[in-house]
């Protein structure tokens, strides 16, 4: 007999059993074994009562089965059954399911937030029972984002007919964001301006101010604003702004005929602390603005690094850091960078609402240094950028001196400013200054010779669209979602087309701003940043065992959510937002163009050398007009050509399918039909079964299959239920136990 040790990933399991040794079994749960059925009202798996709600779980999928079965055997071998799922509600969750699943009586939890032997002991020596807080909050989360992602696309989305397949309590209102801002962009009008500035001999540049700042004094001052993780490089400096060309003209020859000196020079030294060390977010930010990593990457290779047992846990919200990392630091500093060792040991202002039992992401070992790190490039560089963080929050200020000249010339007044970096201090391992500007000595009343005056026009620029690291930061700021959701949001706004990124910046499709829109009509409080805001303290106080989890949720559907969506029912059922679903439609077309890119815009039609198209007697699926028929040697093609439509600002196209003996238009662009839409769900991945409707031996015939694309591509390909006599079946599945699916 042996101790069982029950983790989540595979990955860990060498590591573990390394560490733990010869009368321990550690055995993977492969992250969640179960999940809500997808039975009941709206598949939801659970019923909402009077102040209670009943929850029915099923594994996951097959996989999960065949997991739980070799779990049960192993819990048979055990002793001991020791739960180490990962250090954080989620990971509590998971916990309890598999004590559900197992029928564990007595679990011993253990929580490690890195996996070195000290750590990973200190757990096994120190058990506890299961949160039940942490767990309810949990379960109130999978109900919760369960409950508006299952009515809300059915009962909304889908009956939009735009083409959109989802919305989601966190998803709709990070898409909000990204909406608003692409609306202040095309509202956005541009302005000329000019920027007029002179260069000295002496060495420098000035511009012009129409008024001075206050003087700021010569003290010393400590710099309290800490820069941006998701910074991007800042615009250099000008003048203030300059409405026409003649007053520019009017500077610039007033710069040239007058005689420039010195009429103020000032200086302070400014110390600034260092950054905190990495929280799941300030990681994410900083892995994009300097490595080029979208979230989702930095989180997979981050997992990487904590499972190979060189970092931390990453999904943190706390600043804090264990006082032996604190002192291993202090003595690599006390050897390699004296100079750099502070008075004391550093202590950071946590985040509100850290979750403080939680450490920041750090490296195990301080003194393993990044270029020792035997791993993968990408492991290699963000290992690196925590290392250096992690040592850097510990190090000393940086001490600057901060620099001021004013000039004059007439009546004008030119402004130069720069910073001279004097102790380096923790910049030697995180540097997050601008660029020095040195200035040179200058003294009050000096005269100046005139190199150079001239102006240059610009124009006023539009807010930018975020990056993805600055929507992570602005997630983080607006209190949508947490650590663990910042990263799979972002990437299911790009899955689902409802973003894109063109050049580096996240851009609403035609798609994600027409479900916006109509979201904003439909259900206006519900995508906005502070109700989900609210949602988020609420699951907080669930966690702190504040709150009761099922009575929360119970009067949050009653009071809010039924309403809301029986109201959205009734404006779709009165055409109420009949323009708004015109401009839908419309704003959809480009979305679908979009996402058949890889059939039409590979096509002949946008070749220098158009071949001649001949009209046909198909109406296009979208406007109606007829559609044409234009040769394609393609041989990715059923046939030697396609259709085109015509009409101005439509483009659609439909390629010919021989098994179906009919044209069709290409998957990306097919709008779903919500009579299709049945009330079984996916025995695979729980999203209701469409019907489908294909000719077979000259026959018209019915199947039942996933409704989401990209699931029939992947995990869900081999559902298929024929019809038969008895009703539908699957050569996989069986058969369906119900009365009739078909209308």
Not at 446 to 457: I, V, Y
Not at 669 to 684: G, H, K, L, M, W
Request: hydrophobic share 35%; with cysteine.
């Amino acid at each position: 007999m042996a101790n069982l040790l029950l983790i989540e990933s595979p990955g860990k399991s060498k590591k573990l059993s390394q560490i733990l040794g010869p009368g321990w079994i550690v055995k993977a749960s492969m992250g969640h074994v179960r999940e809500l059925a997808n039975d009941g009202e709206d598949a939801l798996g659970f019923d909402l009562l009077d102040q209670h709600i009943e929850c029915r779980y099923n594994p996951r999928d097959a996989r999960g089965k065949k997991v739980l079965a070799d779990l049960r055997q192993a819990v048979k071998q055990a002793d001991a059954v020791y739960i180490a799922t990962d250090p954080d509600r989620e990971g509590e969750t998971i916990g309890w399911h598999l004590q559900q699943e197992l029928r564990l009586k007595n679990p011993r939890r253990v929580v490690y937030s890195e996996i070195t032997p000290q750590a990973v002991r200190a757990a096994i020596a120190q058990p506890r029972s299961l949160d039940q807080s942490l767990i309810a909050a949990g379960r109130a989360r999978d109900c919760l984002d369960k409950l508006v992602g299952y009515k809300g696309s059915k009962h909304v989305v889908w009956r939009l007919n735009i083409g959109a397949k989802s919305m989601g309590r966190v998803q709709s209102a990070t898409l909000h964001l990204l909406c608003t801002r692409e609306k202040e962009i095309q509202a956005f009008k541009s302005q000329d301006y000019w920027s007029v500035w002179v260069e000295y001999g002496e060495g420098f540049k000035a511009f012009y101010r129409a008024k001075l700042n206050a003087n700021p004094g010569t003290k010393s001052a400590a710099v309290t604003e800490q820069p941006d993780d998701a910074a991007e490089d800042k615009e250099s400096q000008e003048s203030d702004k300059v409405t026409s060309q003649a007053e520019a003209d009017r500077l610039v020859a007033i710069a040239r005929s007058h005689l420039h000196q010195v009429v103020i020079v000032e200086g302070k030294v400014a110390h600034q602390s260092p950054p905190p060390p990495f929280i799941t977010s300030s990681l994410q930010q900083a892995a994009g603005a300097k490595l080029r990593f979208s979230p989702d990457k930095t989180m997979k290779v981050a997992q990487a690094l904590y499972e190979a047992g060189h970092i931390t846990y990453m999904r943190t919200d706390s600043v804090m850091l264990a006082e032996p990392f604190c002192v291993a630091v202090r003595q690599y500093l006390e050897q390699h960078d004296p100079t750099n060792v502070p008075s004391k040991t550093t202590r950071h202002r946590a985040v509100k609402g850290a979750q403080e039992a939680h450490e920041a992401i750090r490296p195990t070992d301080v003194n393993q240094l990044p270029a020792q790190l035997q791993a993968s490039a990408d492991e290699t560089k963000l290992y690196e950028l925590i290392w250096n963080r992690a040592v850097a929050s510990q190090c000393c200020p940086v001490r600057l001196r901060k620099t001021r000249v004013v000039t004059k010339s007439g009546t004008v007044q030119w402004e130069a400013t720069g910073q001279v970096v004097e102790f380096p201090g923790y910049t030697r391992y995180w540097n997050n200054l601008s660029a020095d500007t040195q200035l040179p000595m200058l003294q009050q009343g000096q005269p100046l010779t005139l190199k150079q005056a001239d102006s240059e026009k610009k124009q006023t620029q539009p807010p930018p669209r975020y990056t993805e690291p600055k929507l992570v930061q602005l997630m983080e700021r607006k209190g949508i979602g947490r650590p663990s959701t910042y990263a799979p949001t972002i990437k299911t706004l790009k899955e689902r087309e409802y973003v894109q990124v063109e050049k580096g910046k996240l851009q609403p499709t035609s798609l994600g701003m027409a479900l916006d829109e109509a979201l904003e009509k439909l259900l206006p409080e519900l995508i906005q940043p502070e109700l989900t805001a609210q949602m988020e303290s609420a699951l907080d106080a669930i966690a702190q065992g504040k709150q009761d989890w099922q009575g929360y949720l119970t009067d949050w559907h009653r009071t809010y959510f039924a309403p809301a969506l029986e109201k959205a029912g009734e404006l779709l059922k009165s055409n109420a937002i009949q323009s708004g679903n015109s401009t839908v439609a419309r704003c959809a077309k480009p979305a679908a163009a979009r996402c058949s890119r890889g059939a039409a815009a590979r096509t002949p039609s946008s070749t220098q050398s158009k071949p001649q198209a001949t009209v046909t007697k198909t109406a296009c699926p979208k406007c109606g007009e007829a559609m044409s028929k234009v040769p394609s040697k393609s041989k990715k093609l059923k046939a030697n050509h396609f259709l085109k439509c015509g009409a101005v600002g439509c483009g659609a196209v439909m390629f010919w399918n021989p098994q179906g003996k009919r044209y069709e238009v290409p998957y990306a662009q097919r709008i779903p039909d919500p009579e299709a839409f049945t009330d079984v769900p996916c025995p695979v991945c729980g999203a209701l079964l469409e019907r489908y409707r294909y000719t077979k031996e000259g026959k018209e015939k019915v199947m039942l299959r996933c409704s989401l694309l990209e699931n029939r591509r992947g995990k869900c390909k081999e559902v298929a239920f024929f019809e038969g006599r008895e009703g539908f079946w699957s050569p996989k599945f069986g058969t369906l136990k119900i009365k009739s699916v078909v209308k």
